[in-house]
C-alpha cells in the first residue's frame, strides 16, 4: 500500500539533501551558513517578544474533565503537555539513551544513514530547510517502523547495538501507537461526537486502515552565539498532531498577542501539537501550531516528535456538527495537501481555503 514515505519522496523539496555540519568542528563563531539576521517573515508574525511567564496548558489524561481541558487547550493555545499518559519513563529515558549514542557518533558514521534524495527517513536536515535562506543549527534521524536497515550500516560489527537502538526505537513506536489512538478519540469527541459513535467515526474517517506514523530524533548541540543561530525555524506540522518529547527547554510556540512563548521541560510530560490536518478537520476551530526550537551555549538538547496521521489516500474534510456551520476548507487527502505544502510552505492552509 502506498505510504508517507512515497508521499513525501514525491515533494520537490531539496532540503533533505542538505546535510548537517559537523557541530564538533564549529570553534568559537557560528559560521555565515548558519548566522541568522533577519525575521524570515513566514506565518505573517510581527512580534518577536520571547514570553517565559506564561505556562502552556498542562492536560492530566486521568482527570474527568480531560475532553473540557483539551478542548480549551486547542482552541486557544493548539498545543499543550499531557501527563498520566502511561508512556513509562524507564522506556523513555533509554530512548534518550539511544539518541545520544547515535547523536555523539562521529559524522562518518552518522552519514552512513544518510537520507536519500526527498527521503524521509535516515540521518540528515529538516524538510523545511530549503525554504530558509540560512541553515539550521539541527541535525535528525527518522524512522518508519524498524530503523534495522539504517542501523545495519551505522553499526555493521555492532550487532548488540544494532538490537539495543532498534528495540528501544520499535516499543516506543508502539506505545505512541496506543497513546496517539486515545488522543485521536479526545480530539474528536471534544469536537462534539458522542463517546459511543467515536470507534465508527474513527475508523471511516482512516477508512479502517492503518495511521501513517514518523518517529524523528531531533539534536540541538551546543551553539557558541544562540543570538546569531536557530535550532529549527517557524512551522506547522502537516499530521493530524505531533506528540514530543524534549530532553531540555529550548521549545517556542507563537501565540497571537504574546509573541514566542517558551514551553518549559516538565519531566515526565509529553507535549502535543496539532497539526495541519487537525485544523481543517476541525474547520479552522482547533488552528496548528506554529513552533520552532532556539538552541543554547551550555547543553546539547534533543527532541523526539511522533507524527500521526491518515493514511495518505484518505480524504479529510471538515466535521460539520456545530451550529450548522459551512466548510472553511475544501477535502484534501494527506498525499495531496505534502505536495501542496511542499510549494506553498505556510500558505498550504490559505490555498486550500473556501472562499465565502
Same mark, same amino acid.
Given at each position: 500500500?502506498?505510504?508517507?514515505?512515497?508521499?513525501?519522496?514525491?515533494?520537490?523539496?531539496?532540503?533533505?539533501?542538505?546535510?548537517?555540519?559537523?557541530?564538533?568542528?564549529?570553534?568559537?563563531?557560528?559560521?555565515?551558513?548558519?548566522?541568522?539576521?533577519?525575521?524570515?517573515?513566514?506565518?505573517?508574525?510581527?512580534?518577536?517578544?520571547?514570553?517565559?511567564?506564561?505556562?502552556?496548558?498542562?492536560?492530566?489524561?486521568?482527570?474527568?474533565?480531560?475532553?473540557?481541558?483539551?478542548?480549551?487547550?486547542?482552541?486557544?493555545?493548539?498545543?499543550?503537555?499531557?501527563?498520566?499518559?502511561?508512556?513509562?519513563?524507564?522506556?523513555?529515558?533509554?530512548?534518550?539513551?539511544?539518541?545520544?549514542?547515535?547523536?555523539?557518533?562521529?559524522?562518518?558514521?552518522?552519514?552512513?544513514?544518510?537520507?536519500?534524495?526527498?527521503?524521509?527517513?535516515?540521518?540528515?536536515?529538516?524538510?523545511?530547510?530549503?525554504?530558509?535562506?540560512?541553515?539550521?543549527?539541527?541535525?535528525?534521524?527518522?524512522?518508519?517502523?524498524?530503523?534495522?536497515?539504517?542501523?545495519?550500516?551505522?553499526?555493521?560489527?555492532?550487532?548488540?547495538?544494532?538490537?539495543?537502538?532498534?528495540?528501544?526505537?520499535?516499543?516506543?513506536?508502539?506505545?505512541?501507537?496506543?497513546?496517539?489512538? =486515545?488522543? @485521536?478519540? !479526545?480530539?474528536?469527541?471534544?469536537?462534539?461526537?458522542?463517546?459511543?459513535? #467515536?470507534? $465508527?467515526?474513527?475508523?471511516? +474517517?482512516?477508512?479502517?486502515?492503518?495511521?501513517?506514523?514518523?518517529?524523528?530524533?531531533?539534536?540541538?548541540?551546543?551553539?557558541?552565539?544562540?543570538? =546569531?543561530? @536557530?535550532? !529549527?525555524?517557524?512551522?506547522?506540522?502537516?499530521?493530524?498532531?505531533?506528540? #514530543?518529547? $524534549?530532553?531540555?527547554?529550548? +521549545?517556542?510556540?507563537?501565540?497571537?498577542?504574546?509573541?514566542?512563548?517558551?514551553?518549559?521541560?516538565?519531566?515526565?510530560?509529553?507535549?502535543?501539537?496539532?497539526?495541519?490536518?487537525?485544523?481543517?478537520?476541525?474547520?479552522?476551530?482547533?488552528?496548528?501550531?506554529?513552533?520552532?526550537?532556539?538552541?543554547?551555549?551550555?547543553?546539547?538538547?534533543?527532541?523526539?516528535?511522533?507524527?500521526?496521521?491518515?493514511?495518505?489516500?484518505?480524504?479529510?474534510?471538515?466535521?460539520?456538527?456545530?451550529?450548522?456551520?459551512?466548510?472553511?476548507?475544501?477535502?484534501?487527502?494527506?498525499?495531496?495537501?505534502?505536495?501542496?505544502?511542499?510549494?506553498?510552505?505556510?500558505?498550504?492552509?490559505?490555498?486550500?481555503?473556501?472562499?465565502?
Amino acid at each position: 500500500m502506498p505510504s508517507i514515505r512515497e508521499a513525501f519522496a514525491a515533494t520537490p523539496l531539496e532540503g533533505n539533501r542538505v546535510f548537517p555540519i559537523d557541530f564538533n568542528s564549529v570553534e568559537g563563531v557560528v559560521p555565515d551558513s548558519h548566522t541568522w539576521r533577519t525575521n524570515p517573515g513566514f506565518y505573517n508574525i510581527t512580534d518577536e517578544r520571547i514570553i517565559s511567564s506564561t505556562v502552556t496548558p498542562i492536560i492530566d489524561l486521568n482527570n474527568p474533565n480531560v475532553v473540557k481541558d483539551l478542548e480549551h487547550a486547542c482552541e486557544n493555545w493548539y498545543a499543550y503537555q499531557v501527563i498520566n499518559h502511561g508512556v513509562p519513563l524507564d522506556m523513555i529515558k533509554n530512548l534518550e539513551q539511544q539518541c545520544d549514542h547515535f547523536f555523539t557518533l562521529g559524522m562518518k558514521h552518522k552519514l552512513r544513514a544518510a537520507k536519500e534524495a526527498n527521503g524521509i527517513t535516515g540521518y540528515g536536515s529538516a524538510h523545511i530547510s530549503s525554504f530558509y535562506k540560512k541553515k539550521f543549527w539541527f541535525e535528525s534521524f527518522g524512522m518508519i517502523g524498524s530503523p534495522a536497515e539504517h542501523c545495519k550500516k551505522i553499526w555493521p560489527d555492532q550487532e548488540d547495538q544494532c538490537f539495543k537502538f532498534c528495540d528501544a526505537m520499535e516499543k516506543y513506536q508502539k506505545e505512541m501507537q496506543d497513546l496517539c489512538t =486515545k488522543l @485521536m478519540k !479526545l480530539v474528536i469527541n471534544s469536537l462534539g461526537m458522542r463517546s459511543e459513535d #467515536l470507534d $465508527q467515526f474513527i475508523g471511516n +474517517l482512516m477508512m479502517n486502515k492503518n495511521p501513517e506514523t514518523l518517529l524523528q530524533l531531533n539534536s540541538y548541540p551546543v551553539c557558541p552565539d544562540p543570538s =546569531k543561530a @536557530m535550532g !529549527l525555524g517557524a512551522h506547522t506540522d502537516s499530521s493530524f498532531f505531533t506528540v #514530543l518529547h $524534549q530532553t531540555r527547554p529550548g +521549545l517556542q510556540i507563537y501565540k497571537n498577542g504574546l509573541g514566542w512563548v517558551e514551553v518549559p521541560h516538565i519531566e515526565n510530560a509529553l507535549v502535543i501539537f496539532m497539526g495541519d490536518l487537525t485544523a481543517i478537520l476541525s474547520n479552522s476551530r482547533y488552528p496548528s501550531s506554529i513552533h520552532r526550537a532556539v538552541v543554547n551555549q551550555t547543553y546539547h538538547r534533543y527532541s523526539i516528535p511522533f507524527f500521526y496521521g491518515p493514511p495518505r489516500d484518505v480524504q479529510i474534510s471538515p466535521i460539520l456538527m456545530l451550529n450548522g456551520e459551512s466548510p472553511v476548507f475544501r477535502s484534501v487527502t494527506w498525499d495531496e495537501f505534502l505536495l501542496i505544502k511542499a510549494t506553498k510552505f505556510d500558505k498550504a492552509l490559505e490555498s486550500i481555503r473556501i472562499l465565502s
